[in-house]
């Protein structure tokens, strides 16, 4: 019995080891999550500055997984969509207003689209009461008016949107998923025309769309990791990006925010957890963020865009919360 305990004893002290070894580790990694956690709120100030971070709800509830993020032209107010399927709208400083859920008709939201009027373009997809993927058109009260279903091309009845934008005629630019090709659209929905770069003699599926205040058109190919630019005539000027995982290069990019007061671009990287500056020409200017939880850094971002001031609002979806960023003058 002495020996077995001797040995009971012994293995006891292994598991000791064991554990000390793992809690040396976990205090290591700690240390160096503080360390980056430090780091992070330098390293945007080279070229953008934090600001601050919308986190709630306007009953102080938390906002999960927000996959886009729009500013509202007209009042500059700002549209988010988080994955609780609703649309919750904030003042421009930042101040939760109202939301549109279930009860508004807001049962499946992948993104949306504001107009010069006011009126909110809801895509919406499949859902057990409504078979159809389709934009739901609201009014500048938030009312809803009417849906616009797909049809008139090759793969409507399985077109699934994943991106919008309108331009100052009410035309309609929808981005679907993995798609070769952007659809556009008139006001009540008749194809009027489909943009659809090439890449090799091959169409590229296109992800995303964006619009700046002159009418210049951004489509993205997160398969290709480019952005392709048009005139607002949709006749095309350039492209530019480059596919790969190191710096000035495009891994995963999701949208492409466009700052109105110089023309630089901003694009998103889902899988760099980067954002990626460009001149308003497409030349590489600089990128800032990496994977981190501080100000300034991010998990998985989804989504862009730039406010009249040049704020730039990034869908941080991992970290919950969408996050504000300034240039650096």
Same mark, same amino acid.
């Given at each position: 019995?002495?020996?077995?305990?001797?040995?009971?004893?012994?293995?006891?002290?292994?598991?000791?080891?064991?554990?000390?070894?793992?809690?040396?580790?976990?205090?290591?990694?700690?240390?160096?999550?503080?360390?980056?956690?430090?780091?992070?709120?330098?390293?945007?100030?080279?070229?953008?500055?934090?600001?601050?971070?919308?986190?709630?709800?306007?009953?102080?509830?938390?906002?999960?997984?927000?996959?886009?993020?729009?500013?509202?032209?007209?009042?500059?107010?700002?549209?988010?969509?988080?994955?609780?399927?609703?649309?919750?709208?904030?003042?421009?400083?930042?101040?939760?207003?109202?939301?549109?859920?279930?009860?508004?008709?807001?049962?499946?939201?992948?993104?949306?689209?504001?107009?010069?009027?006011?009126?909110?373009?809801?895509?919406?997809?499949?859902?057990?009461?409504?078979?159809?993927?389709?934009?739901?058109?609201?009014?500048?009260?938030?009312?809803?008016?009417?849906?616009?279903?797909?049809?008139?091309?090759?793969?409507?009845?399985?077109?699934? @949107?994943?991106?919008?934008? %309108? !331009?100052? $005629? /009410?035309? #309609?630019?929808? +981005?679907? *998923?993995?798609?070769?090709?952007?659809? =556009?659209?008139?006001?009540?929905?008749?194809?009027?025309?489909?943009?659809?770069?090439?890449?090799?003699?091959?169409?590229?599926?296109?992800?995303?769309?964006?619009?700046?205040?002159?009418?210049?058109?951004?489509?993205?190919?997160?398969?290709?990791?480019?952005?392709?630019?048009?005139?607002?005539?949709?006749?095309?000027?350039?492209?530019?990006?480059?596919?790969?995982?190191?710096?000035?290069?495009?891994?995963?990019?999701?949208?492409?925010?466009?700052?109105?007061?110089?023309?630089?671009?901003?694009?998103?990287?889902?899988?760099?957890?980067?954002?990626?500056?460009?001149?308003?020409?497409?030349?590489?200017?600089?990128?800032?963020?990496?994977?981190?939880?501080?100000?300034?850094?991010?998990?998985? @971002?989804?989504?862009?865009? %730039? !406010?009249? $001031? /040049?704020? #730039?609002?990034? +869908?941080? *979806?991992?970290?919950?919360?969408?996050? =504000?960023?300034?240039?650096?003058?």
């Amino acid at each position: 019995m002495k020996i077995e305990r001797f040995e009971d004893l012994e293995c006891w002290k292994e598991v000791l080891i064991i554990l000390c070894s793992l809690l040396i580790a976990l205090c290591t990694v700690l240390c160096v999550a503080r360390e980056l956690n430090a780091e992070q709120k330098g390293t945007p100030a080279l070229h953008v500055t934090y600001v601050d971070s919308i986190t709630e709800d306007e009953e102080g509830g938390k906002i999960y997984f927000p996959s886009n993020v729009v500013v509202d032209p007209v009042r500059n107010e700002i549209y988010i969509i988080d994955s609780r399927a609703r649309i919750i709208i904030y003042t421009s400083d930042f101040f939760p207003l109202f939301t549109l859920s279930k009860r508004n008709g807001i049962e499946a939201p992948g993104s949306l689209a504001v107009d010069a009027e006011g009126n909110l373009y809801v895509a919406q997809s499949v859902t057990k009461d409504n078979p159809k993927n389709r934009i739901s058109v609201y009014n500048a009260c938030l009312r809803w008016e009417r849906d616009i279903y797909f049809e008139g091309f090759e793969g409507a009845n399985s077109f699934v @949107p994943n991106r919008m934008a %309108v !331009d100052k $005629n /009410g035309n #309609i630019y929808a +981005a679907g *998923s993995y798609f070769p090709g952007v659809l =556009v659209l008139n006001n009540q929905g008749r194809l009027l025309e489909m943009l659809s770069p090439e890449e090799e003699d091959r169409k590229a599926k296109l992800t995303s769309v964006t619009l700046d205040k002159d009418g210049r058109i951004y489509l993205v190919s997160e398969e290709e990791g480019r952005i392709y630019v048009y005139d607002e005539n949709r006749k095309f000027l350039f492209k530019f990006g480059a596919k790969g995982g190191s710096t000035g290069k495009l891994s995963r990019p999701m949208a492409v925010g466009v700052d109105n007061r110089d023309g630089r671009m901003y694009v998103v990287d889902y899988m760099r957890h980067t954002i990626t500056a460009y001149d308003s020409t497409g030349n590489f200017l600089f990128e800032f963020g990496g994977l981190g939880w501080g100000e300034g850094w991010f998990q998985h @971002p989804r989504d862009i865009c %730039v !406010d009249p $001031n /040049g704020r #730039i609002l990034v +869908a941080d *979806s991992f970290n919950d919360r969408i996050e =504000v960023l300034k240039p650096a003058e």
